[in-house]
């Protein structure tokens, strides 16, 4: 099973738990045209503009010929492990648990998703897991131990900045309130340095994905593959 990793820092790993982030945005990199070359053997290689069709992204020759199809990294209906840290993970286990038992022992929650046999499960496992890398950090931890996944739904392809309003909205932006004048304000998602608040949906994504896979990437305005996701459990 493959795992996604969301931004921790602009809260977006809890916005998929919870369900209000419901798509993500992964910028593709064309490789230049040195490496084609070296790709295809050849010093004649002529790059014409990167094209996309439906679901793939395409290199062609000047012939208008394919030359290299890049395909997503992800399928639809293809369900994906949610990284998480294992330290978080035992704490959301560790939740369950009080949960189940904070009245004189006796389970207090029968409809809570989390059963005594996926506690039991993970508490065989997380002993051995404290001295890793994976425990403080989810780059490093194995995608069948983590608890939560989303199933793809959908996946398309365009330019960063052809984002729409309503995939904002699915990307983790915020509809905070309409102005007395009709003016609908946006805000990004909270962070200790505060947020940003705008009457353009696009802007807040602007700023949002600037600080989440660099800077000066919403202006490059690059590729994405944009993948339309459900919570599967």
């Known amino acids: 099973m493959k795992k996604i990793m969301f931004n921790d820092k602009f809260g977006l790993t809890q916005a998929v738990l919870e369900g209000r982030k419901t798509m993500t945005r992964r910028v593709f990199y064309i490789p230049d045209k040195l490496a084609l070359k070296y790709y295809f053997e050849t010093d004649n290689l002529v790059i014409c503009e990167t094209q996309h069709n439906g679901d793939v992204i395409e290199w062609r020759d000047s012939n208008e010929n394919v030359r290299i ?31 189940k038992t904070s009245i004189h022992g006796q389970i207090v929650d029968e409809l809570d998703l989390v059963s005594f ?44 900045q052809d984002i729409s309003d309503e995939d904002c909205l699915k990307e983790g932006i915020i509809y905070k309130y309409t102005n007395n ?53």
């Open 69 to 99: 199809t890049f395909e997503p990294k992800y399928k639809i209906g293809e369900v994906i492990a949610i990284a998480q840290s294992y330290k978080n993970i035992d704490n959301y286990y560790n939740a369950a648990l009080y949960r």
């Open 181 to 233: 004048d009709g003016t609908k304000i946006y805000h990004t998602p909270h962070t200790k340095r505060g947020y940003l608040s705008t009457d353009v949906a696009q802007q807040a994504f602007a700023f949002l994905i600037d600080k989440v896979s660099g800077k000066g990437v919403f202006q490059s305005n690059p590729y994405v593959f944009a993948y339309e996701f459900v919570l599967f459990d």
């Open 117 to 160: 046999q996926d506690i039991r499960r993970w508490k065989y496992f997380s002993g051995d897991l404290m001295n890793t890398s994976g425990w403080t950090n989810k780059m490093f931890v194995k995608a069948d131990l983590m608890p939560h996944h989303i199933k793809i739904t959908g996946i398309k392809v365009e330019r960063l």
